[in-house]
């Protein structure tokens, strides 16, 4: 997976909960990114990151925080999560405007 | 609104045929183009970028691009049961702006 991993890989949470998601690279790139994809949507960009506490809103960032304290973690916290963010969620990096590479994916279940 | 399209598919085609699977694409300042494949379950993998009208060619991939027409596509020769997958496509705009991600093509090989 290009030196990027998620964790956990799976989660089955109740509607209400707080929920942090974990992105790990150990290339030392300074662009992350969080998405999620759902059927019918393709791959929506939730959050980025271009640097160590410096993070922006994607298109779908509502209901989504997300922390850079190092540079190589990059946190995707659902504050109180909801049935309407069951979905995949994908972290990448990237150099600038080159590729993205995209880690193993975490599957999260809001019951 | 930034848009990729895709055609969602499926696309079938008979192993060792070229399969033909397109994109394009609305913000006209677009500068670099990418094709990922994605297996089910599984996270997108890098198989090609572009960034200048004309072909590009790496092993039985091509990618096509035309600025002018918006368009870009991705030629598979000798298509193979392994290729079968989601295929998507992604634009960057200027100055490193984030990807806009296309719905996906489903290709599927058959033996």
């Known amino acids: 997976d290009a030196g990027i991993t998620q964790s956990p890989r799976h989660k089955v949470t109740e509607t209400g909960t707080p929920v942090t998601l974990r992105c790990h690279q150990t290339?030392?790139?300074?662009?992350m990114y969080w998405y999620r994809q759902d059927p019918g949507h393709g791959l929506r960009l939730i959050h980025y990151?271009?640097?160590?506490?410096?993070?922006d809103k994607g298109e779908v960032s509502d209901g989504y925080s997300v922390s850079r304290s190092k540079t190589e973690d990059f946190l995707l916290t659902l504050e109180s999560a909801t049935s309407s963010q069951t979905s995949v969620y994908f972290c990448?990096?990237?150099?600038?405007?080159?590729?993205?590479?995209f880690g193993p994916g975490t599957r999260l279940t809001v019951t | 609104q930034k848009e990729v399209e895709q055609n969602s598919g499926p696309l079938s085609v008979p192993e060792g045929a070229i399969a033909s699977l397109n994109c394009t694409y609305s913000?006209?300042?677009?500068?670099?183009f990418f094709w990922y494949r994605q297996y089910s379950g599984k996270s997108p993998e890098l198989i090609m970028s572009?960034?200048?009208?004309g072909d590009k060619e790496d092993g039985r991939f091509t990618a096509q691009l035309n600025k002018a027409s918006q368009y870009v596509s991705l030629l598979i020769r000798d298509s193979q049961p392994s290729d079968s997958a989601t295929y998507l496509c992604?634009?960057?705009?200027?100055?490193?702006?984030?990807?806009?991600f296309g719905p996906g093509t489903r290709l599927s090989v058959l033996p």
């Open positions: 990448a990096f990237s150099e600038a405007d080159r590729e993205e590479y």
């Open positions: 290339e030392n790139h300074r662009y």
């Open positions: 990151s271009y640097g160590v506490k410096d993070t």
């Open positions: 913000d006209r300042g677009s500068q670099s």
């Open positions: 572009i960034y200048s009208n």
């Open positions: 992604a634009v960057r705009g200027n100055y490193g702006q984030n990807f806009v």
